[in-house]
């Protein structure tokens, strides 16, 4: 049973195994599936008799696709370049390096990396 679910899933979700394969560009593979995604959404919350199904579904299916999106980047990220991980001194864009007493600012040893758990 566990393998005929496997091979199900495959068969729907696999670009490599369902019909979507012969469309040579994978964002327009990628489209077509987000596509069918909305519609089973909206065919599922049609089923229930409430547009409240459909809007709870739908928005679980952006979470849930911004998820998968986000770790395919950060995947991606890794094997192309694995030292942007590994970057010197502040890695928050958003924390100032720069501070500044009675009017001046004050100097950073540049080899500090900063934090507050050294």
Not at 3 to 25: R, S, T
């Amino acid at each position: 049973m566990r393998k005929l679910v496997y091979n199900l899933w495959e068969m729907v979700m696999n670009y490599e195994h369902n019909p979507l394969k012969y469309i040579p560009d994978l964002n327009a593979r990628h489209m077509v599936m987000q596509v069918l995604a909305w519609m089973w959404c909206i065919a599922f919350s049609m089923y229930f008799g409430s547009m409240w199904v459909f809007g709870i579904t739908a928005i679980a299916h952006v979470f849930i696709l911004a998820a998968i999106v986000i770790t395919v980047a950060t995947f991606e990220t890794a094997k192309r370049k694995p030292t942007f991980f590994l970057r010197k001194g502040y890695h928050t864009p958003s924390r100032s390096r720069y501070m500044y007493y009675n009017g001046k600012r004050f100097k950073y040893d540049p080899d500090d990396v900063g934090g507050e758990h050294e």
